[in-house]
């Protein structure tokens, strides 16, 4: 009968054992020189299991009462976990490692680790960042099932098979690309808290062999030693920095006994310290402009620093304390449900728990009232009995300055409306050319929405999103706006910031076209009544003639006809209307378009667009929410006939009060 093959070589353990320095190096050495190889195995097994530091987030006595306390408080959250798991005992997986990916691609049996089973790129990289390893790991605590052990196993010594070695030569001859199907960086930076994560879940129990343990140890170090070659130990503006050097921690703090863990942990804890200063801004915003990436940091920051704190490092405590301004800069542009507003790469989605776990960890219980507790919060801090988020009503208005967002509300309640102003740096490849656009929401839902962001993967449909004439915003001729990204940019500004008790208004301008024929500027300014009525008025004027085009976007397919000026959603629970305030030579349009809510979703939406060429143009709008179907009595006109340059005022009467709005140029 054939010999089973091994799944881990004797060079591997040697080369293991070259890099640990634990307390029981001598006995597998010795091990090692008599051929012994289970006995290796069981040696080191046994180490790990008995070792009383350092500590993960919970130790394996903590694990059941943590499980417990889940499977009681947080059912759904177990059943998910449990659902995804056996999901991928079907060999169904995600297509994005995203909040709300479905588990729904399913992999061919001629299935490789290095290809992609889908056209969306993403699919790959979910795939080898394992995050579904630790759901498999959690099924196996909720249940008790072997099964999901065993699929583990059977997926770690394929992926370690299929992906072999780093590729070390490659780096230190300085051809490594990092974006590449073998070992490629940013999953790799991942996979050092996915591992971490799983094995700290599964180490302890009956199933996990010790020859599968060899294995795993001996990937970690090619995993840290990987990271250690490609991170600099001077932090940037990349989040793939964060994640390098949070994998890189991860090991180092958790396996004291590779030999190089000290040295590790000291470049990682300086990284991070260092993209921690780059990466948000001074009024607390992430640098990509992205609500998605901005708790993703905030986190990614958080939990190896909560790690370090665990085990004793107190060096890292002014570090945590650094991140309460970005949480509060997230808290306060959070729709009032708690949803994301769709800035730049976002999705319309709740932050899963990230916001209540900063929430605690940083003791600010008013952020916990617009988010949940997720059974990842209890596996990291344990039963939170005594959470929960305080009593709190945000301003109606709220100007970050650096990061050009500017909040108006009705009030906190879940039915009242806030619109999301941009006038703000791009953000890099997540941001998109959506100077001066805008994002309402109201009764539970995107009234007018950003484009989303689609899929990573270069097609027509991702370069639609990014760009301005897809935003509910002015554009010229069909093209983006140059890419403006420093926050004292000269080239966009935020003109007033006015919060009256009547009213707020905002005016900003920019000058991204004037790589264009005639150095066009564009502007905008917001009117709103602190209730449902907003007066938008554009403007564009340059010296030569240019296509002026203002767009809004209705998500879903029901916005009306375009009549008399008017369009409108047709919805029971909540709408919005848009009204042209006319002026001759421009035209009006209705479109069928899409959106993308979430990741790789494609959802129908209605394109308004308003369009006028001209060197010099104008176009004024009424938006107004309202509950139910019926639209409230409004009416709006301007007082006189508008003349460029000049002041511009129009009178509008809404619900039996009048208001003339008068605005003033900014040129």
Same mark, same amino acid.
């Given at each position: 009968?054939?010999?089973?093959?091994?799944?881990?070589?004797?060079?591997?353990?040697?080369?293991?054992? !070259?890099?640990?320095?634990?307390?029981?190096?001598?006995?597998?050495?010795?091990?090692?020189?008599?051929?012994?190889?289970?006995?290796?195995?069981?040696?080191?097994?046994?180490?790990?299991?008995?070792?009383?530091?350092?500590?993960?987030?919970?130790?394996?006595?903590?694990?059941?009462?943590?499980?417990?306390?889940?499977?009681?408080?947080? +059912?759904?959250?177990?059943?998910?976990?449990?659902?995804?798991?056996?999901?991928?005992?079907?060999?169904?997986?995600?297509?994005?490692?995203?909040?709300?990916? +479905?588990?729904?691609?399913?992999?061919?049996?001629?299935?490789?680790?290095?290809?992609?089973?889908?056209?969306?790129?993403?699919?790959?990289?979910?795939?080898?960042?394992?995050?579904?390893?630790?759901?498999?790991?959690?099924?196996?605590?909720?249940?008790?099932?072997?099964?999901?052990?065993?699929?583990?196993?059977?997926?770690?010594?394929?992926? /370690?098979?299929?992906?072999?070695?780093?590729?070390?030569?490659?780096?230190?001859?300085?051809?490594?690309?990092?974006?590449?199907?073998?070992?490629?960086?940013?999953?790799?930076?991942?996979?050092?808290?996915?591992?971490?994560?799983?094995?700290?879940?599964?180490?302890?129990?009956?199933?996990?062999?010790?020859?599968?343990?060899?294995?795993?140890?001996?990937?970690?170090?090619?995993?840290?030693?990987?990271?250690?070659?490609?991170?600099?130990?001077?932090?940037?503006?990349?989040?793939?920095?964060?994640?390098?050097?949070?994998?890189?921690?991860?090991?180092?703090?958790?396996?004291?006994?590779?030999?190089?863990?000290?040295?590790?942990?000291?470049?990682?804890?300086?990284?991070?310290?260092?993209?921690?200063?780059?990466?948000?801004?001074?009024?607390?915003?992430?640098?990509?402009?992205?609500?998605?990436?901005?708790?993703?940091?905030? /986190?990614?920051?958080?939990?190896?620093?909560?790690?370090?704190?665990?085990?004793?490092?107190?060096?890292? !405590?002014?570090?945590?304390?650094?991140?309460?301004?970005?949480?509060?800069?997230?808290?306060?542009?959070?729709?009032?449900?708690?949803?994301?507003?769709?800035?730049?790469?976002?999705?319309?989605?709740?932050?899963?728990?990230?916001?209540?776990?900063?929430?605690?960890?940083?003791?600010?219980?008013?952020?916990?009232?617009?988010?949940?507790?997720?059974?990842?919060?209890?596996?990291?801090?344990?039963?939170?009995?005594?959470?929960?988020?305080?009593?709190?009503?945000?301003?109606?208005?709220?100007?970050?300055?650096?990061?050009?967002?500017?909040?108006?509300?009705?009030?906190?309640?879940?039915?009242?409306? @806030?619109?999301?102003?941009? /006038?703000?740096?791009?953000?890099?490849? &997540?941001? &998109?050319?959506?100077?001066?656009?805008?994002?309402?929401?109201?009764?539970?839902?995107?009234?007018?929405?950003?484009?989303?962001?689609?899929?990573?993967?270069?097609?027509?449909?991702?370069?639609?999103?990014?760009?301005?004439?897809?935003?509910?915003?002015?554009?010229?001729?069909?093209?983006?706006?140059?890419?403006?990204?420093?926050?004292?940019?000269?080239?966009?500004?935020?003109?007033?910031?006015?919060?009256?008790?009547?009213?707020?208004?905002?005016?900003?301008?920019?000058?991204?076209?004037?790589?264009?024929?005639?150095?066009?500027?564009?502007?905008?300014?917001?009117?709103?009544?602190?209730?449902?009525?907003?007066?938008?008025?554009?403007?564009?004027?340059?010296?030569?003639?240019?296509?002026?085009?203002?767009?809004?976007?209705?998500?879903?397919?029901?916005?009306?006809?375009?009549?008399?000026?008017?369009?409108?959603?047709?919805?029971?629970?909540?709408?919005?209307?848009? @009204?042209?305030?006319?002026?001759?030579?421009?035209?009006?349009?209705?479109?069928?378009?899409?959106?993308?809510?979430?990741?790789?979703?494609?959802?129908?939406?209605?394109?308004?667009?308003?369009?006028?060429?001209?060197?010099?143009?104008?176009?004024?709008?009424?938006?107004?929410?309202?509950?139910?179907?019926?639209?409230?009595?409004?009416?709006?006109?301007?007082?006189?006939?508008?003349?460029?340059?000049?002041?511009?005022?129009?009178?509008?009467?809404?619900?039996?009060?009048?208001?003339?709005?008068?605005?003033?140029?900014?040129?």
């Amino acid at each position: 009968m054939k010999e089973a093959e091994s799944i881990v070589t004797d060079k591997e353990r040697s080369e293991l054992l !070259e890099n640990w320095t634990g307390g029981n190096a001598g006995e597998l050495a010795k091990f090692l020189k008599a051929g012994d190889s289970a006995g290796f195995d069981r040696s080191l097994l046994q180490h790990m299991r008995s070792r009383k530091a350092p500590r993960f987030f919970f130790t394996e006595k903590e694990i059941a009462g943590r499980a417990d306390w889940i499977r009681s408080r947080l +059912p759904q959250g177990m059943k998910e976990v449990i659902e995804h798991a056996d999901a991928v005992m079907k060999h169904k997986f995600p297509h994005d490692d995203g909040y709300a990916s +479905p588990y729904n691609v399913q992999l061919p049996e001629s299935f490789t680790w290095l290809a992609s089973p889908t056209s969306d790129p993403q699919t790959l990289c979910s795939l080898n960042r394992h995050r579904f390893w630790i759901e498999l790991a959690m099924a196996y605590r909720f249940t008790g099932e072997e099964r999901y052990i065993g699929e583990l196993e059977k997926q770690i010594v394929s992926w /370690c098979k299929e992906q072999g070695r780093p590729p070390f030569d490659q780096i230190s001859e300085g051809k490594y690309q990092p974006r590449q199907p073998r070992w490629e960086l940013l999953d790799t930076a991942i996979r050092g808290d996915t591992w971490i994560w799983t094995y700290f879940l599964v180490c302890a129990t009956e199933p996990w062999t010790p020859e599968i343990n060899t294995l795993f140890l001996h990937r970690l170090i090619l995993h840290a030693m990987f990271l250690e070659k490609l991170t600099p130990s001077s932090g940037g503006g990349s989040n793939w920095l964060i994640m390098q050097a949070q994998g890189m921690l991860d090991i180092a703090l958790l396996f004291p006994e590779f030999k190089k863990s000290s040295a590790w942990e000291k470049h990682a804890l300086q990284c991070l310290g260092g993209c921690l200063n780059m990466q948000f801004r001074a009024d607390g915003m992430h640098c990509e402009q992205s609500m998605d990436y901005h708790i993703g940091c905030i /986190c990614w920051f958080l939990e190896p620093f909560w790690l370090a704190k665990l085990n004793g490092r107190t060096s890292v !405590e002014p570090e945590i304390k650094k991140l309460h301004q970005a949480a509060e800069a997230f808290y306060q542009l959070l729709h009032p449900d708690g949803t994301f507003p769709i800035l730049s790469d976002a999705d319309y989605v709740r932050s899963q728990g990230a916001l209540a776990a900063v929430s605690f960890a940083l003791d600010e219980p008013k952020w916990g009232r617009l988010d949940e507790i997720s059974q990842r919060d209890v596996w990291i801090f344990g039963p939170m009995d005594k959470f929960h988020g305080a009593d709190d009503v945000r301003p109606a208005a709220v100007g970050l300055k650096d990061s050009g967002y500017y909040v108006m509300r009705s009030g906190d309640g879940e039915d009242d409306c @806030q619109l999301v102003f941009d /006038c703000g740096p791009k953000g890099s490849w &997540h941001g &998109h050319s959506d100077l001066l656009s805008f994002e309402l929401y109201g009764f539970k839902r995107a009234l007018l929405c950003d484009p989303g962001r689609w899929m990573y993967d270069g097609s027509k449909e991702r370069d639609w999103v990014v760009g301005t004439p897809a935003h509910n915003t002015i554009s010229l001729d069909g093209v983006n706006h140059a890419d403006l990204e420093r926050t004292d940019d000269s080239r966009f500004k935020v003109d007033t910031w006015e919060v009256q008790d009547d009213h707020i208004l905002v005016s900003a301008h920019h000058s991204g076209y004037a790589g264009l024929s005639g150095s066009p500027t564009v502007g905008r300014t917001i009117w709103y009544d602190r209730k449902n009525t907003f007066v938008i008025l554009d403007w564009g004027t340059g010296q030569q003639e240019h296509d002026y085009t203002v767009s809004f976007t209705f998500p879903g397919k029901d916005a009306s006809v375009i009549r008399d000026g008017r369009i409108f959603s047709q919805r029971s629970d909540g709408n919005v209307l848009v @009204q042209n305030l006319e002026l001759p030579g421009q035209s009006l349009l209705r479109n069928e378009s899409f959106w993308s809510p979430i990741y790789a979703e494609n959802e129908p939406a209605v394109r308004y667009t308003a369009s006028q060429k001209g060197k010099q143009v104008l176009f004024g709008h009424i938006v107004m929410t309202y509950g139910g179907k019926e639209s409230p009595a409004i009416s709006a006109c301007w007082d006189s006939p508008p003349i460029f340059g000049k002041a511009v005022k129009i009178k509008l009467l809404v619900g039996g009060k009048k208001h003339l709005i008068e605005f003033r140029p900014v040129q």
